[in-house]
Each structure stands twice: as structure tokens, then as C-alpha cells.
């Protein structure tokens, strides 16, 4: 006989006999009265110890949450100047690169009067001493001579 089976017999049993198979509670859980326990004086003071205790508690926590967000809006004040830096930095960078880039020296050349060499102002070397090693040393050698 299956579990089952045994609890249908078990029901079927008790309706025969006019009875419940599963009895009530004679009371209702509303109906029980529970008469208060009046609180002695160490457990008030336990009591107002452990609520100052939790004040304390809490009011540490908002002194926390409002020291970190303090220093969180440090954190992203200092974070954008140095994005303002960063910035400053790239912009020198630019104006760096033009001001050497061949075609601006080339200009600030010829506004202050230097001009392309003429045909005949040229120097060639010739190739019959062959080819310089060091050609530094042979142009140290030239200039002292």
C-alpha cells in the first residue's frame, strides 16, 4: 500500500465517524492574550544603551558617507584639471611641431634675408680623393686648415 493510499484511508475513516481528519486549533492565534512583562531598571538602561549605542552608529555613517564624498569630489575636481593640462600639453605639442616643420623655417629664413644659393656660389667636391670615412673629420680637417 502506497502513502497515498494510506492517507485516503485514513480520511475516508474519519468521515465516516463524523470527524475531521485534520483537527482544528480550539482557540484562535487573536484570541491568546499575552499579558506585557513590565521591564525592570537594568533592562531600561541596557535598553537606552544599546539605542544611544545604535545613534552613535548611525551618525558615524553619515560621517563616513559624507567624508567619502567629499573626497570623491576631489577626486574628480583634480581629474579634470589634469584632462585641462593634458589638453594645454597637446595643444604645445602642435604649435611645437609647426614651428619646426621645414616649411615655417624655410619662411622665417627668407624673411630674414637668406637666400637660395646661385649657380655659381655652389660647391661641388670632386671624386678624386674618394670617398671620406668620417666625413665630420674631413670637414674639422678643412676648417682648421
Do not use: H, W
Request: glycine fraction near 4%; proline fraction near 3%.
Amino acid at each position: 500500500m502506497t502513502s497515498a493510499e494510506r492517507m485516503a484511508a485514513y480520511t475516508t475513516e474519519y468521515i465516516r465517524f463524523d470527524a475531521e481528519p485534520f483537527p482544528t486549533r480550539s482557540k484562535a492565534v487573536a484570541e491568546v492574550q499575552v499579558k506585557p512583562v513590565p521591564l525592570g531598571v537594568r533592562q531600561r538602561v541596557q535598553a537606552f544603551f544599546l539605542l544611544v549605542l545604535c545613534g552613535f552608529v548611525f551618525i558615524g555613517l553619515i560621517g563616513v558617507n559624507a567624508f567619502s564624498s567629499k573626497m570623491q569630489y576631489d577626486i574628480n575636481t583634480l581629474n579634470r584639471q589634469i584632462l585641462s593640462v593634458e589638453r594645454t600639453v597637446q595643444n604645445l605639442e602642435v604649435e611645437i611641431q609647426t614651428a619646426t616643420s621645414i616649411a615655417t623655417v624655410e619662411a622665417k629664413a627668407m624673411a630674414m634675408g637668406m637666400v637660395y644659393p646661385t649657380f655659381q656660389e655652389m660647391v661641388y667636391l670632386d671624386g678624386q680623393t674618394g670617398v671620406q670615412e668620417d666625413f665630420a673629420l674631413a670637414l674639422r680637417e678643412s676648417a682648421y686648415e
